[in-house]
């Protein structure tokens, strides 16, 4: 492992490496308006909800790294208290990257991205009518992290109010990952778009406690053909197979065809990964236990 020390970095090390490694990020694409009215449009990668009751975000505006002045985001929250968070979607992607441009602060970054501004139903600054959603906020508090370059600043908000496209929910009314189609922000000059493939689903209640890994066998700890990951799965159950569970797999045909040729415990493995590949776990866990009971897999 590569060891750094961020006090003996330039700040701008520090931030490529940590924005590299913390991520994806999602972006707040954030509307405000200045003291006279003038509309500002920025983003931002430094963001996240922290609390659902009262429903709280939070972003970060840094000081500029050249002349640690405040961003024009920051100087309008200071003066209005308000702000919009729109989310990103792919389909705005080149105009969101248009305003992170360091305009003058009476350049109107919604006239510069090609972006139309809408009215808010709460809030004075405008939401972006191409974003798939947006919340409208009250700035709650600003706290300074610090005053050289890069120090951020965050802005906690109460989000007062919800918008929602249509198209980017499915037919139960839930938020549909692919039809929101967000972007989040990786390091340098990377991104990734949270849908299609790299969309992963994973159910783990957390009512029920698992049995973990000190339970699963020893043939199953030492697989080279289980992964971490499939492991997890497995030891996410609360119990072991029952004894009744392994018995069925001797009784199957196909069972007794995967264990002729080569390793035998290698091939109930392989067989029991692609069952945790289509969710049947528990299955797959009786496979693994049954793998288990080959002696001549300690003998090697």
Request: charged fraction near 20%; hydrophobic fraction near 40%; glycine fraction near 8%.
């Amino acid at each position: 492992m590569l060891a750094f020390d961020p006090q003996t970095l330039p700040e701008r090390e520090v931030y490529q490496l940590l924005t590299g490694l913390v991520a994806p990020r999602p972006i707040a694409f954030v509307s405000t308006l200045d003291a006279s009215g003038v509309p500002n449009l920025a983003p931002y990668s430094f963001f996240n909800v922290f609390s659902s009751n009262p429903p709280t975000v939070i972003f970060s505006s840094n000081r500029k790294p050249v002349d640690m002045q405040l961003k024009d985001t920051l100087r309008n929250v200071e003066a209005t208290g308000e702000v919009v968070i729109n989310m990103v979607s792919h389909d705005i992607l080149g105009q969101m990257a248009l305003c992170s441009i360091a305009y003058p602060p009476e350049v109107n970054e919604f006239e510069k991205s090609g972006l139309t501004p809408i009215a808010s139903d709460l809030v004075k600054p405008f939401r972006v009518k191409e974003s798939p959603a947006q919340l409208e906020c009250k700035v709650q508090q600003i706290i300074p992290l610090g005053t050289g370059g890069g120090a951020g600043n965050l802005v906690i908000c109460e989000v007062v109010r919800i918008h929602i496209s249509e198209q980017a929910m499915d037919q139960d009314g839930k938020i549909d990952p692919d039809n929101l189609d967000l972007m989040g922000r990786l390091g340098r000059t990377f991104y990734v778009r949270s849908s299609g493939e790299a969309v992963h689903s994973l159910y783990q209640p957390t009512d029920k406690l698992g049995m973990g890994f000190g339970r699963l066998p020893l043939s199953a700890l030492h697989s080279k053909i289980l992964s971490g990951n499939d492991l997890a799965r497995i030891a996410a159950l609360e119990v072991p197979p029952s004894e009744e569970d392994i018995g069925r797999c001797e009784a199957l045909g196909e069972f007794l065809e995967i264990g002729v040729h080569g390793d035998p415990v290698h091939a109930w493995h392989r067989f029991a990964k692609s069952l945790i590949e289509i969710d049947r776990v528990s299955f797959a866990a009786s496979v693994i236990w049954y793998a288990d009971t080959y002696e001549d897999f300690f003998s090697r």
